[in-house]
């Protein structure tokens, strides 16, 4: 025993021998004589959190010195005291206005010095007071008060209430294991209503408010309906507190029982000579730390969260956070690194067997393999971003890059990424975090050294969680990817020797920063000829093999693969040539399931039999001269096209509309064209006055399809000028090129796909701007011969080559009556210009 539980226990046994003493001396005290208004005159005992009713016997501990002196001034006289409960009990010498006024006249027995100092009294409660005044505040409070008689009569109302008071008493004491059972029987011998309600609210822990509530409340029925309420809302709390317990105890005891199972196991794996399953774990752990040869700094920070791991009991929860942790760490491909295969020979026949054109793509590469032949030690590798329309094949050539080097090939597809957490990871902090998709590729990977291709960079978002592609731009600096520091490792991590591809269909949204760091490789979409080649070498063989023909001699001649290209697909890529050449296959396949004899040969005219009618209808050459119309080469996704600019002129007020869902740029091209007009017009003869009573209409034909861009600004310019001067314009002549208001010609891009466009439909002179000549290598030989390529500076030498005749305007037909009419004069005979010098570039 300690020497406070000895104290406590001494000071109960004393207090116990003088209680019986005592209560008899309480009972000898009288209560106070009431005077001739009723009142009685008695010293004042406030109480701190505390409120006295009638007839409880109580012990009180005394510590200001005014209570004590009134206490021993009561005992001296042989009075009772008026018990008054603080309103505030921090207060240390409280006054009249610091006391409730409704108290209880109480009796005191002599003041008891207890062993560890401090003093203490019984009281007995007697009965209910009301303060009228204070009579005197030094040394002590003095006060007379009434004395409160309480009504006696029980009706049957008050005995059922003394029995659901009752019932509701027990439920709680059964509940509450600070109230003895005790409490309850002593309860259930009492007669009174109003002993009873006093009796169980002093025996409650409820708030000093409500107790003096009780005490003020002086009639017994409504004291006991108030204490049902009080008994209802404790019991609610004890019910709910003691599920809680139950549950909380079940807990515990199922963990101290996994717990003595588990040592017990432990004792018996011991005595057996077998190690503990947690010990051979963290052995484990030990060994595979060293074994993945991490950099001084991480294998620090493993070996740390292993002394962690020992310091854990094997079943908290935080094990299963650190264990998930270390396995990230052994995983990740610290110092494994795959061989390259530098053989710059064998890296240009894998990729010209798997990829037809993309002459650029390649020869980075190779320049890129024979660099590190030549240097082995280069550690910082290329970041390529590959940007063309879907279907060109930037995913696939970069698996055959990957082919060729000899490394692992791993691909993210980043299109839909809005958080910068799918990048860099979470932070541990969260529940269920994980490393970004950089490292968890990585782990895929195995080696430090893959191909790691980002896929649709162009398709990355942002919102409130972050932009992803700012945190691409550490992974994609060769000056800072050697230290990535993933917000899971929280530890560098090595991407140096990591070969990065990107892919895009547009660069406009990439932003700036993230573009600077690229290498950009444009794919352009492929020509006809190219989808031809591409198709004879990879598409057709590959779809016959696949769909079960390998055996048949089936053929598709080149003419038939044209019209599949020419009239059932319209895309840059050969996707969906791909898909129509299986759909070919597939009609063949079911033929030959079904018995019937297979065709050896898919013409051009039997495709309708096996694709349904064409899908597509290319435009083709004017088939005659005519003034006002001129045609214009376009630049597309899927290629290059051609589409006939025309103009009419009908009477009007001089205003100009343009049509064909044409956009801004396009809009404006059309009027520097008339403006130019407008500036030459007294040198061809066209009258001022003209303009202001003629109203001139463009039309590009395809209204459905949006076109924009100043390419086609000389060609506007060449049917304005044929439609005011009546002269036609050639049909076999195409052009392209921007216009400026002096007539001087601009260059403009995609020349290479526009030239094809021409060719294929027929024309035989395209102009183009002189500064494009840089382009005409891209053009294939066999086209350059086959046609006259004019490379002109100014919208004079436009329109030697494609108008027919001077440049005179004709008289100017009358119109008939008042209705409108066409200005355009009528056609005139076709003159044979004098042959012009025709060079032909490169």
């Keep these: 025993m300690t020497g406070h539980e000895f104290r406590e226990w001494q000071m109960r046994t004393e207090f116990s021998e003088v209680l019986g003493n005592r209560t008899e001396e309480l009972q000898r005290i009288r209560d106070a004589t009431v005077d001739a208004e009723g009142l009685i005159s008695c010293a004042v005992l406030p109480l701190r959190d505390m409120v006295l009713f009638p007839r409880m016997v109580t012990p009180l501990f005394v510590g200001r010195e005014t209570t004590l002196a009134a206490l021993e001034a009561a005992h001296a006289a042989g009075e009772t005291l008026v018990a008054l409960a603080q309103r505030d009990a921090e207060i240390a010498e409280p006054g009249p206005e610091d006391l409730y006024p409704v108290g209880c006249e109480t009796a005191v027995g002599r003041v008891l010095h207890m062993p560890d100092g401090s003093t203490t009294v019984l009281a007995q409660g007697r009965r209910r007071i009301q303060v009228v005044e204070f009579t005197q505040t030094q040394p002590y409070l003095r006060a007379r008060a009434r004395p409160i008689f309480e009504s006696q009569q029980r009706t049957r109302e008050t005995e059922a209430m003394m029995r659901a008071v009752l019932a509701l008493f027990e439920k709680v004491v059964q509940l509450n294991r600070s109230l003895p059972e005790e409490a309850y029987v002593f309860a259930m011998n009492v007669d009174e209503p109003g002993w009873l309600a006093d009796l169980i609210t002093s025996a409650l822990g409820v708030p000093l408010s409500d107790r003096q509530e009780m005490l003020e409340t002086i009639d017994p029925n409504t004291r006991l309906q108030r204490l049902s309420v009080i008994l209802g809302r404790e019991l609610d709390v004890l019910e709910l507190e003691n599920r809680i317990h139950t549950r909380v105890q079940s807990e515990v005891d199922r963990s101290q029982r996994e717990y003595y199972l588990r040592e017990q196991m432990k004792a018996i794996q011991n005595e057996l000579g077998e190690a503990d399953s947690w010990t051979q774990e963290l052995v484990q752990l030990r060994e595979a730390v060293a074994a993945a040869h991490m950099p001084e700094e991480v294998d620090k920070k493993a070996r740390k969260e292993i002394e962690r791991l020992e310091q854990m009991p ?20 610290w110092d494994k690194a795959s061989d390259d295969n530098l053989d710059v020979r064998h890296a240009a026949q894998v990729l010209d067997e798997q990829h037809y054109g993309l002459p650029k793509a390649k020869e980075r590469i190779l320049e890129y393999i024979a660099v590190r032949s030549l240097s082995p030690e280069r550690l910082r590798q290329p970041i390529l971003c590959f940007v063309g329309p879907p279907g060109t094949g930037k995913t696939s050539l970069g698996r055959s890059i990957a082919e060729a080097l000899g490394r692992r090939f791993v691909r993210v597809s980043l299109g839909g990424i809005r958080d910068e957490a799918e990048i860099r990871g979470h932070r541990r902090t969260y529940i269920g975090a994980l490393p970004g998709r950089i490292l968890q590729t990585m782990r895929r990977a195995a080696i430090v050294n893959p191909l790691f291709m980002l896929d649709e960079i162009d398709k990355l978002g942002a919102d409130f969680r972050g932009d992803p592609a700012a945190a691409l731009l550490e992974v994609l600096d060769p000056e800072q990817n050697h230290a990535f520091d993933d917000h899971y490792l929280d530890v560098p991590f090595d991407l140096a020797k990591v070969m990065f591809i990107t892919t895009a269909n547009t660069l406009g949204p990439v932003p700036s920063a993230l573009l600077d760091r690229m290498e950009v490789i444009e794919f352009p979409g492929y020509i006809e000829e190219e989808k031809l080649a591409i198709a004879r070498q990879f598409l057709l063989p590959r779809q016959i093999s696949e769909n079960g023909l390998s055996g048949e001699r089936l053929t598709i001649p080149d003419l038939s693969v044209r019209r599949i290209i020419r009239e059932y697909t319209w895309e840059a890529g050969v996707r969906n040539l791909e898909r129509e050449i299986a759909r070919v296959c597939r ?41 006002g119309v001129a045609t214009a080469l376009a630049w597309t996704e899927a290629g290059g096209d051609t589409m006939p600019v025309e103009v009419i002129l009908v009477e009007g007020k001089g205003g100009i509309q343009i049509t064909g869902q044409v956009g801004e740029v396009m809009q404006e091209s059309a009027q520097a064209a008339m403006s130019y007009l407008k500036s030459r017009a007294r040198e061809w003869g066209i009258e001022a006055a003209r303009f202001e009573k003629t109203d001139v209409h463009v039309h590009i034909p395809e209204g459905s399809i949006p076109k924009d861009g100043p390419s086609a600004g000389i060609t506007m310019g060449t049917a304005l000028i044929s439609a005011f001067t009546g002269r036609p314009v050639r049909k076999e002549v195409g052009m392209t090129g921007e216009i400026t208001l002096r007539g001087r010609v601009l260059p403009v891009g995609g020349v290479r796909e ?76 076709v003159r044979r210009a004098p042959r012009e010098t025709r060079s032909r570039p490169g």
């Design 314 to 333: 094997s079943m908290a929860p935080e094990v299963a956070i650190v264990r998930t942790y270390l396995d990230w760490l052994i995983e990740l491909p």
């Design 754 to 829: 526009k030239v094809l466009a021409a060719h294929r439909i027929g024309l035989k002179t395209v102009i183009l701007p002189a500064r494009n000549e840089k382009d005409l290598v891209e053009v294939p030989a066999k086209v350059r011969q086959d046609m006259d390529l004019r490379l002109v500076t100014h919208m004079d030498e436009v329109l030697a080559v494609s108008v027919r005749g001077p440049l005179r305007a004709k008289p100017e037909a009358k119109p008939r009556g008042a209705r409108r009419k066409v200005v355009a004069p009528r056609r005139p005979r």
């Design 587 to 627: 009609k063949i396949a079911r033929q030959k399931a079904e018995g019937h004899r297979l065709p050896t040969r898919v013409s051009p005219a039997s495709l309708p039999k096996y694709l349904g009618p064409p899908q597509y209808f290319q435009l083709e050459a004017e088939k005659r001269d005519e003034v």
